[in-house]
C-alpha cells in the first residue's frame, strides 16, 4: 500500500481490512503480508488529519517481489507527484509487481509514472476528466467501479477500493472467501466492476425547464404508471419530439433510459429491505413480469436480483 500526505484514509483503511481478513478466512499461512509504504519511509498525515504510520519508504519496494502493489488515492496526490523522485520509485516498484493497482485518485499516480498507457481504467468520478485530458494514451472509463486491464486494476473513489480488493482476494483465493470476507464486512460481495458509481438520481443531470423539473419529480412517485414517451410528452404539455429532444438535453439520457434506471434503483431498494417476490417487485415498479426485470437488472448491476439479494438483503440482527 502507498500513501502520502493527505491521503483519503478510506483509500487505504478499506482494502487493508479486506486483505486483513482475509488472513482470517484463510487462516494459516496467512493469506497476505500487508505493508505500507510512504515517500520517505515516515508517518503520513490523512487528509481527515489521521496520522498513520510506515513500514518502509516506497524505494526499497523495488528491492522486493510484491504480489499486489496499490496505490491509494486523496487531496494529496498532486503534491505527490511533485516530491523528488517520487514517479520513478513508484514505476520501479510496479516493475517487481505482479499486479499494479489504485484506488480513487492513485490513478493519476499510476498515470504519471505511463503505468497505464495503452490501458483502460478508471478513477473518482470527479477526477475522470482530468485522467483523460492530462494522459491521452490512458482509455477512461468514467462511470465504473472498477476495471481490470491486464495486470493494471484500477477502482472509483473512496469506497469502491474495498471491492477492488474483494476482486483481487477472489482472484487469489475464490470466490467463497471473498463472500466471507464480504460478510464479515458487511458489505456487497463484490459490486461488480461494470456497475455504475451513481444512483439514476445523482446521475441525472440538474433539469432547469420547469415542466422537466416536475417531471421528473412526477417519475420517481409513480414508477408503476404509464411512463412510455407518449404518456410523458402528454403530463408535460409537448409533442413527442419536442418531449424527447427537450427530456435528453435536460437530463443527459432518453426518457426511456431514465425511467429504466430508476425502476432498477427501487427494486434494489426493494430487494434489500422486503421480501416480495421478484415478480411482485417487477410489477411495484411498473413492469409486467419478473423475467423483464432480471434481463434489466443484469444488464444495468451485473448480477441477478436474487444474488443482488442474497448478498444484500438487511437482516434483521
Known amino acids: 500500500m502507498v500513501a502520502f500526505d493527505d491521503f483519503q484514509l478510506l483509500d487505504l483503511a478499506g482494502p487493508v481490512e479486506v486483505f486483513n481478513t482475509a488472513n482470517l478466512v484463510v487462516g494459516e499461512p496467512r493469506a497476505y503480508d500487508i505493508t505500507v509504504a510512504t515517500p520517505d519511509g515516515g508517518s503520513v498525515r ?78 473518482h468520478w470527479a477526477s475522470t476528466d482530468h485522467l483523460s485530458a492530462s494522459h491521452p494514451d490512458v482509455t477512461v472509463l468514467p462511470d465504473r467501479i472498477h476495471v481490470r486491464d491486464r495486470d493494471r486494476w484500477t477502482s472509483a473513489g473512496v469506497t469502491a477500493g474495498i471491492d477492488l480488493a474483494l476482486a483481487i482476494v477472489e482472484e487469489h483465493h475464490g470466490r467463497d472467501v471473498a463472500h466471507a470476507i464480504a460478510g464479515w464486512l458487511v458489505v456487497f460481495a463484490q459490486r461488480p466492476g461494470g456497475q455504475v458509481q451513481f444512483s439514476a438520481q445523482l446521475r441525472a443531470q440538474a433539469a432547469t425547464t420547469p415542466s422537466i423539473v416536475d417531471l421528473q419529480h412526477w417519475i420517481a412517485d409513480h414508477l408503476d404508471a404509464d411512463l412510455t ?89
Do not use: N, W
Not at 274 to 284: E, F, G, K, M, Y
Open 46 to 123: 490523512s487528509a481527515s488529519g489521521i496520522e498513520i504510520g510506515a513500514d518502509t519508504a516506497l524505494s526499497r519496494l523495488s528491492r522486493t517481489d510484491l504480489d499486489v502493489l496499490m496505490v491509494v488515492g486523496g487531496l494529496g496526490v498532486d503534491r505527490a507527484l511533485r516530491l523528488p523522485r517520487f514517479v520513478d520509485r513508484l514505476r520501479a516498484a510496479s516493475r517487481r509487481a505482479d499486479l499494479t493497482t489504485s484506488v480513487c485518485t492513485g490513478a493519476l499516480a499510476l498515470a504519471a509514472a505511463g503505468l497505464l498507457d495503452g490501458h483502460e481504467a478508471t478513477t
Open 229 to 317: 414517451v407518449r404518456a410523458l410528452a402528454e403530463r408535460a404539455h409537448m409533442s413527442e419530439r419536442t418531449f424527447a429532444r427537450t427530456f435528453r438535453a435536460e437530463i443527459g439520457t432518453t426518457p426511456a433510459a431514465h425511467v429504466e434506471a430508476l425502476r432498477i434503483d427501487e427494486s434494489r431498494r426493494l430487494l434489500e429491505t422486503t421480501d416480495l417476490t421478484i415478480d411482485a417487485i417487477a410489477r411495484t415498479v411498473g413492469i409486467a413480469h419478473g423475467e423483464t426485470l432480471h434481463r434489466a437488472f443484469l444488464k444495468r448491476v451485473g448480477t441477478t436480483p436474487a444474488r443482488y439479494r442474497q448478498h444484500f438483503a438487511r437482516r434483521p440482527a
